[in-house]
Every structure is written in structure tokens, then in C-alpha cells.
């Protein structure tokens, strides 16, 4: 069954090659020229496998379309857009995007962006025995089963996204171990040493808000100043 995807784009000509170039690779494409009418296709059918949204739309913006999807579902969304300015990458990131292509772009870089991101959900939904690991022992404590794709904190089911389970998946595999940001940029988004270091960044940030007992002064995720992150498990 072929994987629906919804393209975001208020270009015409963007939008129609994204769709030629995304269909011929099996993708089942919706197109929607503004936030408002993404928005519309989701309440209509739900949501897809995965989303490219710009930023510059006309009335609703992209940053508003991201945070809108995101109260009601964790679906992986690419942003493809012509700022490449620091603040609104990171903006867009903490609206909730898993990552950034900036314009102009190769067809070829979105295709890889997307099967990264197929790869890393169909990992998260792997069926075997829920095995799961206890972050933190205290009161409510924080559990993960990355078989089960899950995290709670006491009896509360945690809502993460499809990057921030994952980021989290990789340093619960290793805790107490210094995982720099270029190895989790490897292992969780799939790029080498182009990866952009900023995502880990935001992401980590993102992830702190909700597993983290006190996201200003974290102690399960920590950072190692100059080296990278570290999973304390407490």
C-alpha cells in the first residue's frame, strides 16, 4: 500500500514537481496550497505518513500549521524552506518539525530525508516482548520500552514525537556514555558529517520538556559541555 504523504506548498511549480518526482517514487500525494487547507485534508482523512511543509504560506504560516498538526498528531514532518537564517530553523523545529531542507534542493535530498524517516518509524513499531527500562526510580517513575514504543512517566502515557522516542531510544542503549551530537545525528537522522547540529540541539530541548522531572535543570538527559549527551539512569 502506497504511503500517503501531504506536500504543503504554496508554489505551484514546487508543489507540482514534488509531486511528480515523490509519486514516481510510490508516494500517494495530497497537495495542499496553504496551512489552512492541510489542516482540512487531516480532519477529513486523518493523518498521513508524513508531511513536507513550507514556511512561508499565504494567510496561515508554516510554523502555525506544525504546531496545529502537532496538538493532535506525532506524524514525521519535513520542512522545505527558503530561510536558512538560524532563528527559523530552530523555530521551526520547536513548532515540532523532525527536520530541514532548505531551498533550492535536490530532489534526490528529499527522497533520502523521507526513507530515513520510514526507516526509523517502521524501527519504532517493531512487535516483540515490551522489555522495558526504568529511567528514573523515584516517584512516577520514567519508563521506556523501545519495543513497545513507549514511555510513561508513573501511569501517564508520554507523548513523543517519532525523533524524540528515537533520540531517546539511542541514549537509553547506552547509559552513562558521552554520545556526541555527529553520532546521534548518524544513528537517529541518518546523515554523516553534513548533519546539521542544531536539530540534535532542539531536539534534546523538545525531549526534556516532557520526560524530564525539571526540564530547566535536567538530570535524566544531561549535557557535557564540548562532547555531547549523556543518559542518567537514576
Known amino acids: 500500500m502506497a504511503v500517503r504523504l501531504v506536500i504543503?506548498?504554496?508554489?505551484?511549480?514546487?508543489?507540482?514537481?514534488?509531486?511528480?518526482?515523490?509519486?514516481?517514487?510510490?508516494?500517494?500525494?495530497?497537495?495542499?496550497?496553504?496551512?489552512?487547507?492541510?489542516?482540512?485534508?487531516?480532519?477529513?482523512?486523518?493523518?498521513?505518513?508524513?508531511?513536507?511543509?513550507d514556511l512561508m504560506l499565504g494567510g496561515m504560516d508554516g510554523f502555525s500549521c506544525i504546531r496545529q498538526v502537532r496538538q493532535t498528531s506525532d506524524v514525521p514532518i519535513i520542512v522545505v524552506s527558503a530561510r536558512v537564517d538560524t532563528h527559523d530553523v530552530v523555530a521551526a523545529l520547536e513548532a515540532g518539525a523532525d527536520d530541514y531542507v532548505t531551498k533550492p534542493f535536490q530532489i534526490k535530498e528529499i527522497t533520502a530525508r523521507l526513507r530515513a524517516l520510514r526507516r526509523r518509524a517502521a524501527g519504532s513499531g517493531q512487535?516483540?516482548?515490551?522489555?522495558?527500562?526504568?529511567?528514573?526510580?523515584?516517584p512516577d517513575p520514567l519508563?521506556?520500552?523501545?519495543?513497545?514504543?513507549?514511555?510513561?512517566?508513573?501511569?501517564?502515557?508520554?507523548?513523543?514525537?517519532?525523533?524524540?522516542?528515537?533520540?531517546?531510544?539511542?541514549?537509553?542503549?547506552?547509559?552513562?556514555r558521552v554520545l556526541s551530537r555527529q553520532t546521534l545525528l548518524s544513528r537517529v537522522w541518518d546523515r554523516g558529517f553534513f548533519g546539521d547540529e542544531r536539530i540534535v540541539d532542539v531536539h534534546v530541548r523538545r525531549l526534556r520538556t516532557k520526560i524530564e522531572r525539571n526540564p530547566s535543570a535536567p538530570r535524566t538527559v544531561v549535557t557535557v559541555r564540548g562532547l555531547g549527551y549523556r543518559l542518567d539512569v537514576r
Open 143 to 176: 519508563v521506556l520500552s523501545a519495543e513497545g514504543g513507549t514511555v510513561r512517566r508513573g501511569q501517564e502515557q508520554l507523548h513523543l514525537t517519532l525523533t524524540e522516542f528515537r533520540l531517546l531510544c539511542e541514549l537509553a542503549e547506552e547509559p552513562g
Open 127 to 138: 512487535v516483540g516482548a515490551p522489555h522495558e527500562k526504568v529511567l528514573d526510580s523515584g
Open 8 to 53: 504543503v506548498e504554496d508554489d505551484d511549480r514546487v508543489r507540482a514537481a514534488l509531486r511528480l518526482a515523490l509519486e514516481d517514487e510510490g508516494y500517494d500525494v495530497v497537495e495542499a496550497p496553504s496551512g489552512e487547507d492541510a489542516l482540512a485534508a487531516l480532519a477529513a482523512t486523518g493523518p498521513p505518513e508524513v508531511m513536507i511543509v
